[in-house]
């Protein structure tokens, strides 16, 4: 039982470069999420999809773009990477619903743009 | 749209001693507050949660309080051990429209317990 896994977990690219960040989820949760955290920000969330072919904005979303073309697999996409996007990024999935708000977090990809 | 206020930032005890971290919030419709915990390299993970219509709820040395009129929330940890270190985030959540519940994070305490 994997729960929430996250490809790669450490990148380097340079400005301008791109690169789509993968979130895998084995549970049949309904809702995902991508976190960035930085340092002394706590979370903050960039995009979520409420179900397979949905996507939403959330708190950050500029620089990023995201596809749920399956239930389990949610992907962030940086189309031209800036140093401002060095952070540590985080998948989250959960139940649908109101009565499990328990988000399961993956380990996170450290991603660094010179 | 919701605010999270977390204090405080970092927080040392001695080995044994009891930790409190308080939080508060802005959005009066927020019912869910869940806390996590972040170990180095790692992400985070739910270690206790309460609902609006519960004040206490106790798991073992950690506990959780809410105090709906005046929107704040605390996690208590006692007999606080080295492998309690880590950081510390609370959270706050309430329906923001189209299906979603979406969690609001506060910025994180980093807690260091000293043997």
């Known amino acids: 039982n994997a729960g929430v896994t996250q490809t790669p977990k450490f990148r380097v690219l340079k400005t301008g470069q791109s690169m789509t960040l993968l979130c895998a989820q084995d549970?049949?949760?309904?809702?995902m999420y991508w976190y960035r955290q930085d340092p002394g920000m706590g979370l903050r969330l960039i995009h979520y999809s409420v179900g397979e072919g949905t996507t939403a904005k959330g708190e950050v979303p500029d620089g990023y773009n995201v596809s749920r073309l399956k239930k389990q697999n949610f992907l962030l996409g940086l189309e031209s990477a800036a140093p401002s996007q060095t952070s540590v990024y985080f998948c989250?999935?959960?139940?649908?619903?109101?009565?499990?708000?328990?988000?399961?977090f993956g380990a996170g990809t450290r991603l660094s743009v010179l | 749209g919701e605010n999270v206020e977390q204090h405080p930032s970092t927080l040392s005890v001695q080995e044994g001693d009891s930790a409190v971290i308080k939080c508060t919030y802005s959005?009066?419709?927020?019912?869910?507050f869940p806390w996590y915990k972040q170990e180095l390299g790692k992400g985070p993970q739910l270690i206790i949660d309460?609902?609006?219509?519960?004040g206490e709820k106790k798991d073992q040395r950690i506990a959780v309080t809410l105090n709906k009129t005046a929107k704040h929330f605390s996690l208590h940890i006692t007999e606080t051990q080295p492998e309690d270190s880590a950081v510390y985030f609370c959270?706050?959540?309430?329906?923001?429209?189209?299906?979603?519940?979406?969690?609001?994070f506060g910025k994180g305490t980093k807690l260091s317990v000293i043997p």
């Open positions: 959005d009066s419709a927020s019912n869910y």
């Open positions: 989250a999935s959960r139940f649908g619903g109101v009565a499990k708000n328990i988000q399961y």
């Open positions: 309460i609902r609006s219509n519960v």
């Open positions: 549970m049949n949760h309904e809702y």
């Open positions: 959270a706050a959540s309430a329906y923001s429209g189209a299906g979603s519940y979406q969690l609001t």
